[in-house]
């Protein structure tokens, strides 16, 4: 009796959660990118700033735990934002190997400035569905993120990191 496959189409990929994810990811910078374009600054260097300005004098261990991204590709990140000149590096007085980060006066206008960009971007991303859906689908993307937190490459640890932060202030 003959073997019957069935053919393989594009569907195996574009009905799939992880390719709308991404697909979505990629919308969601683009139009990040798009409306704040005349800040020069990623999604990741937005966060970054927003992370410091809350919690000064972070440590890049701790805003890598805070804001959820790989602590490597974070150190760029960094260097970016200090020669832009949004922030600046201070060694701890405990141990002067460890740097702590603070937003320079530029950098806290920037993050005023660009907030109605940034408000913008986000209701772009949204815009297509009817305001209950954008309801629901802010919950159910929190709810997934939250419960498949440990399955990523790098943790959400804002609370374990702001925790360390607060006893070494």
């Known amino acids: 009796m ?10 195996a990929v574009y009905s799939k959660p992880g390719y709308l994810f991404r697909r979505m990811q990629q919308i969601a910078v683009s139009i990040f990118v798009e409306e704040c374009k005349a800040y020069d600054l990623t999604p990741v260097q937005f966060a970054a700033l927003v992370a410091i300005d809350t919690h000064p004098g972070i440590d890049a261990t701790r805003l890598s735990a805070v804001i959820a991204f790989d602590r490597s590709t974070l150190g760029s990140v960094i260097e970016r934002l200090e020669v832009k000149q949004y922030i600046e590096r201070k060694p701890a007085r405990e141990d002067k190997r460890i740097k702590l980060l603070y937003l320079t006066k530029a950098g806290a206008a920037l993050l005023i400035d660009i907030m109605p960009s940034v408000d913008r971007a986000q209701v ?18 929190a709810q997934l993120v939250d419960l498949n937190n440990e399955a990523s490459r790098v943790p959400l640890r804002a609370e374990d990191a702001l925790e360390h932060f607060r006893k070494s202030s």
């Not at 003959?2 to 569907?11: E, F, G, L, R, S």
Request: charged content about 25%; overall charge positive; cysteine-free.
């Open 2 to 11: 003959p073997n019957k496959q069935t053919a393989v189409t594009m569907d």
């Open 124 to 141: 772009r991303m949204l815009q297509p569905l009817k305001p209950a859906d954008r309801k629901t689908l802010l919950a159910l993307l």
